[in-house]
């Protein structure tokens, strides 16, 4: 039996540290939106008396072995689900890797639901969410898709109803931010938090992603202090987008622009300064079957 899905990148709208938690990890409180940018993941499953999981990727820099988030995805539902298979899963890759865009995170998210399409496993849907949970913290993210907002260490994610109609051009620059050291500066010296993420999910709810578009954040961009995020964004505003930010810990950064052909034009000039530019707009959902 096969199932193919397609698995949809996010962008952060908003990202605020919060605190470190005792386990070391750390609070955030982010606003995400899925956006036209994916994996096509297919997979197939035949009977046997032992778990096994062969993948195939067209990216030769992701690891096919049980490193892959495919494959944690596909184990840990086999072990809760109590089936044993021999599983096949073909990754077709177009979501950048180390971007902040969920690189890994929605190969996971798609598996999981693939998988569930296959078994008819789980009924209801909190269940698999937890299996996206233990994998990583933006798999859940990646499953439900759309836009979400979600609070400090709750795993609640909460649907928002705004208006999306917006264009996204996305800079993924030729380096990459190193997250852990980020996250030793914030620890060293926290950023302070203050009450921008009620402000920003009431604007949002009131006059969409555009209109909110001056209260997105990203704590990232205050701790990499890193001058060649600050030069995309300008980059971005000067193009045009009404507002610009890291997404995750980067290293892509987003404009958002009102117009489609404003897009294709920031999209033109500042593909000849950088290895890949994209524009993309948003989806409502995190994974569908195809
Ligand atoms: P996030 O937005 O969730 O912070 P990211 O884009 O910053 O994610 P990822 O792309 O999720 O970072 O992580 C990339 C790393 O994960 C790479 O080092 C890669 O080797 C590893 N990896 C494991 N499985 C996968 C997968 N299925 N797809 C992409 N990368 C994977």
Do not use: W
């Not at 996010?10 to 750390?26: A, M, P, S, V, W």
């Not at 596909?74 to 689900?81: G, H, I, R, V, Y």
């Not at 999910?201 to 209260?215: D, F, N, T």
């Amino acid at each position: 039996m096969t199932v193919s899905v397609r698995a949809y990148a996010k962008l952060n709208l908003y990202l605020d540290i919060t605190g470190r938690l005792e386990n070391g990890y750390h609070s955030l409180n982010t606003v995400t939106q899925s956006v036209d940018v994916y994996d096509d993941i297919i997979v197939c499953i035949k009977p046997s008396d032992a778990f096994g999981c062969h993948i195939r990727c067209d990216n030769a820099d992701i690891p096919c072995d049980s490193r892959n988030t495919a494959y944690k995805a596909a184990e840990l539902f086999c072990k809760t689900a109590g089936v044993k298979a021999d599983i096949e899963i073909s990754i077709y890759k177009r979501v950048p890797l180390m971007g902040g865009m969920g690189g890994s995170s929605v190969d996971a998210a798609g598996v999981l639901y693939a998988m569930n399409l296959l078994f008819s496993h789980f009924r209801s849907d909190v269940r698999l969410y937890e299996l996206a949970a233990q994998i990583g913290a933006d798999v859940p993210i990646c499953l439900a898709g759309g836009t979400l907002a979600s609070e400090k260490e709750s795993r609640n994610l909460h649907r928002i109803n705004c208006s999306s109609d917006c264009f996204f051009v996305c800079v993924y620059p030729d380096f990459t931010l190193n997250t852990r050291e980020a996250f030793r500066l914030y620890d060293v010296s926290p950023t302070k938090s203050d009450n921008g993420f009620e402000r920003y999910i009431s604007q949002l709810k009131a006059k969409g992603i555009l209109g909110s578009g001056g209260l997105i954040k990203n704590s990232f961009t205050e701790l990499h202090k890193d001058e060649r995020i600050y030069r995309i964004k300008s980059e971005l505003k000067a193009c045009g987008a009404r507002a610009s930010e890291l997404t995750g810990s980067g290293s892509v950064v987003y404009g958002i622009f009102r117009d489609g052909n404003n897009a294709l034009n920031a999209k033109q000039r500042l593909c000849e300064r950088f290895p890949r530019v994209f524009v993309c707009k948003s989806v409502d959902c995190g994974v569908k079957s195809l």
